[in-house]
């Protein structure tokens, strides 16, 4: 059956929308006048906006909390459509939400809060001049859930692939506090931050990860073509010369990866479930985790980011007057590493005993000695003023760890890769070296 979106005026005089399912357009208006509704807009919804309906919005009215449930989407089978189905599908395969469509839309939101719209009005005007469709549908539920009684970050929380923890963090501070113009700043300066901070270490990586898999690669290559030309040389000039032993066990692995290739794949598939396995037990990401934090070089990158995500969230709470242990709870949010969350339980339970939340941090070298003597004068004077000075020390500590390892993975890869040519010469260019030298010298 097909869908509708509609506009009802509820009994009350709200006005709500929505989308449902209906065999006709009649049947669809006989539905939406129940509970003394009237319709005031309806229009079919193409196939494709059928197919992939998030949420059930016509319960929204009588359960607002049905918003956040999510429908299981139906698989299309595009190649039992016909021609013309598939032009009137509206699909966007290639359309996403990149972090500037989020800045713009905070922006927006933004200017027209400060205008003095209401929720609702601002959300309807950015969805009014929104053109990417795929974030035109994310803002049209948001709409339809902030009209239907839902706060704002409520429905944000469907969509965490689009509005991180952090972000949403930001947002239900703001409208529990009645600061949310604010708070949209501190997630607008939140997502642009890490645009950048992303940006430099994709673009630090990528590169030279793709560098090295393509050098590995080639020497691979060069190991199967090449070995087994040493012996055709060997055999053409006739020389007595034996083949030296790395040359036949190159010869000998060569043979083996070009008859048993599919062993390799079998190996990094077996190897990937067992990391996978392994990393979604209680006691494997809490080990995996702990191993992101303190690993050399890239440990003290990730520790900072993880650490500058949630003193940025804690500042916030703290400023709109939430206690310690109430900041510290809410703040969890942002993190998803075991490691760190161990220690802000361990710390939470501390306060409650009358200890220190500081330590189990410092006990587990998550903080430095520095910002633990930093946030220990700060508990005794003024913690949300020190905390601001930890940030903007821990965002000098991630350019620098980001230098680090900018400086390292180069050094690492060449290694790797001068260790490969030096098995690739002693493998194939040595053994020709010596049987044309021996050639030349038997002619000579």
């Not at 807009?41 to 918003?67: C, E, G, S």
């Not at 449930?69 to 013309?84: A, E, P």
């Not at 940030?391 to 230098?403: G, H, K, M, P, T």
């Not at 900018?406 to 070296?433: D, N, Q, R, S, W």
């Amino acid at each position: 059956m097909p869908n509708y979106k509609y506009r009802v005026i509820f009994e009350d005089g709200r006005i709500g929308r929505g989308k449902i399912i209906a065999a006709n357009r009649a049947s669809a208006i006989d539905k939406l006048k129940t509970d003394n509704n009237q319709p005031i807009m309806l229009k079919k919804m193409n196939d494709y906006a059928k197919y992939n309906t998030k949420v059930d919005y016509r319960k929204i009215k009588k359960n607002p909390a049905a918003a956040r449930s999510k429908k299981k989407k139906k698989k299309i089978d595009i190649t039992k459509m016909t021609l013309k189905e598939l032009k009137e599908m509206d699909v966007h395969p290639f359309t996403t939400i990149k972090p500037k469509d989020i800045i713009a839309f905070v922006n927006d939101i933004y200017i027209l809060k400060q205008s003095k719209f209401t929720n609702v009005q601002a959300l309807q005007a950015v969805y009014d001049g929104t053109e990417n469709p795929v974030f035109k549908d994310v803002i049209e539920d948001l709409l339809i859930g902030v009209e239907s009684g839902e706060r704002l970050y409520n429905m944000m929380e469907v969509y965490p692939k689009v509005f991180p923890p952090m972000f949403v963090n930001f947002v239900k501070v703001g409208e529990e506090s009645g600061n949310l113009d604010t708070a949209l700043l501190y997630a607008r300066d939140y997502v642009e931050e890490n645009r950048v901070l992303k940006k430099k270490i994709v673009g630090a990586i990528v590169p030279r990860v793709l560098q090295f898999a393509l050098i590995i690669i080639a020497m691979f290559i060069a190991l199967i073509i090449g070995v087994p030309i040493v012996q055709e040389v060997y055999d053409m000039f006739d020389s007595d010369q034996q083949i030296p032993k790395a040359t036949q066990i190159g010869l000998s692995v060569a043979q083996w990866s070009v008859e048993h290739w599919y062993m390799f794949v079998i190996i990094m598939a077996v190897v990937y479930a067992i990391f996978y396995i392994y990393t979604h037990t209680g006691r494997g990401r809490y080990n995996w985790d702990k191993f992101l934090m303190t690993c050399p070089v890239l440990g003290d990158l990730v520790t900072n980011i993880i650490i500058s995500k949630f003193f940025t969230a804690m500042l916030l709470n703290l400023k709109n007057g939430m206690r310690i242990q109430e900041s510290l709870d809410v703040s969890k949010s942002v993190s998803s590493n075991y490691y760190f969350l161990s220690a802000l339980e361990t710390g939470k339970a501390n306060i409650l005993s009358g200890g220190s939340w500081i330590e189990p941090f410092s006990e587990n070298k998550i903080f430095k000695p520095m910002v633990r003597e930093m946030l220990t004068i700060g508990m005794k004077t003024d913690l949300t003023e020190m905390m601001e000075k930890v940030n903007e020390y821990i965002r000098s500590e991630i350019n620098e760890a980001l230098e680090r390892f900018v400086k390292v993975l180069p050094e690492v890869t060449y290694a790797i890769v001068g260790v490969a040519l030096i098995a690739f010469v002693i493998t194939v260019m040595i053994p020709l070296i010596n049987v044309y030298m021996g050639s030349f010298i038997s002619i000579s």
